[in-house]
């Protein structure tokens, strides 16, 4: 006969005090004691204990009171506190590599990266810069008086749960074991997909408090696309990233668009990244030319004559939003999410691509009118999956505060 696990005091606490967390980084507005309570189902003895804990050791600071009605007591709102608990993020990407410090009041603490010719660079020597570059922000850290609650690593590729990277071609690496490097093992960084990285960047309160809503509800669902030289993918359904069976969900990029089309860099013919990739549409349009770095600013260049309106880049970014449409609107019939989210270079060609896309694909969606699909622009665009992987590191703390917070 199996015996269950008993949960003792701590685990019930452990688990309270992240709901309460959790609570205050989602909520669009400072909440009270008696708000949290009734939000969360806790009775207000438990949450006055639990506040009382946050408070002593440096998560929330309570703000100044403000009477709700002529009748009522005053109500005390509780606020995230800055400068005890960070997360670090580290990205590897097809243009650079870098690092950043988040603060869990959403604050860049430190931030540093490096634009580069990504094109089959040596593993060792990347990630020993990362090292570098971690080590120096580590230093930061220790004189301020943070604790670093996680790390998390963002890649172009196929991450394992047992910290092995299966291929990033755009890279030109494959059969990495991560752990062999010495930034991961003593960071005991969590790898993953930088596409389910960006999408995490998206859900306000997932990690760290936002000053804005967000586009979308912290509980949403949505298809978040992630568009460079290569296209990833994550599906976001309820708020949490959906990896699957072996964390390799939501590779948009690699959708078969067109059976006789050009070949991937994956071996596949006509994925959709061979037509509305950064680098397949500048070339395609005749423009990339010189130094990498070149490259990288010709998608600007793209972007203007199409809005010229160029004929060439015209019917350049014309196949890429077919392209794009076809394969948004098979993941949106597979999966049943109406909302999708466009980041990366597909997020500088302006709304009303979102909106010439939004029509063409509700004609695809199998289930509409009733499923009406919405595309959207993302409205974290400045290095997300850099963002990210520090909020993996932040929702080690989140999940399993009594590793961090004493009770005395």
Not at 124 to 150: K, M
Request: proline residues 3%; contains cysteine.
């Amino acid at each position: 006969m199996t015996t269950l696990r008993r949960i003792n005091q701590d685990d019930l606490r452990n688990h309270n005090l992240s709901v309460v967390i959790s609570t205050l980084l989602r909520a669009a507005e400072p909440m009270s004691r008696a708000e949290l309570a009734k939000q969360t189902g806790l009775t207000k003895a438990t949450m006055s204990l639990l506040v009382s804990m946050l408070v002593d050791n440096g998560v929330v600071r309570e703000g100044t009171p403000s009477v709700q009605s002529s009748y009522g007591r005053p109500s005390t709102p509780l606020l995230i506190v800055g400068g005890r608990y960070c997360g670090i993020g580290l990205q590897v990407n097809t243009d650079g590599y870098g690092t950043i410090v988040l603060d869990l009041d959403g604050t860049v603490v430190a931030e540093r990266w490096v634009d580069a010719d990504m094109s089959d660079v040596d593993a060792d020597d990347i990630f020993s810069e990362l090292n570098a570059l971690s080590l120096e922000q580590e230093r930061l850290l220790a004189d301020r008086g943070y604790t670093v609650t996680g790390t998390g690593l963002a890649l172009p590729g196929l991450v394992t749960d047992d910290m092995r990277l299966l291929m990033a071609r755009n890279l030109g690496w494959e059969q990495l074991d991560l752990k062999r490097f010495d930034v991961v093992r003593r960071l005991d960084a969590t790898a993953g997909n930088e596409a389910n990285m960006a999408a995490l960047a998206q859900i306000p309160g997932y990690a760290m408090h936002r000053e804005d809503d967000g586009i979308v509800e912290p509980n949403a669902s949505f298809i978040y696309l992630s568009t460079d030289v290569g296209i990833g993918g994550a599906v976001v359904r309820g708020g949490h990233v959906e990896i699957g069976d072996h964390g390799f969900g939501g590779e948009l990029g690699h959708v078969s668009v067109e059976l006789r089309g050009p070949v991937c860099r994956c071996g596949r013919r006509g994925c959709l990244e061979t037509y509305a990739g950064r680098r397949a549409m500048v070339e395609s349009a005749g423009i990339a030319s010189g130094s990498a770095a070149a490259r990288r600013e010709s998608i600007n260049e793209l972007i203007e004559r199409w809005r010229d309106g160029d004929v060439k880049a015209a019917a350049v970014v014309d196949k890429a939003i077919e392209a794009m449409v076809s394969a948004i609107a098979s993941a949106i019939n597979i999966c049943d999410v109406d909302t999708v989210m466009l980041g990366g270079v597909w997020s500088q060609f302006g709304p009303e691509i979102a909106s010439h896309m939004q029509g063409m694909m509700r004609r695809q969606v199998l289930g509409y009118p009733e499923v009406r699909a919405k595309v959207l622009m993302a409205d974290v665009t400045s290095k997300p999956a850099l963002i990210g992987s520090a909020a993996i590191g932040l929702r080690r703390f989140i999940d399993n505060p009594m590793r961090f917070v004493s009770t005395d």
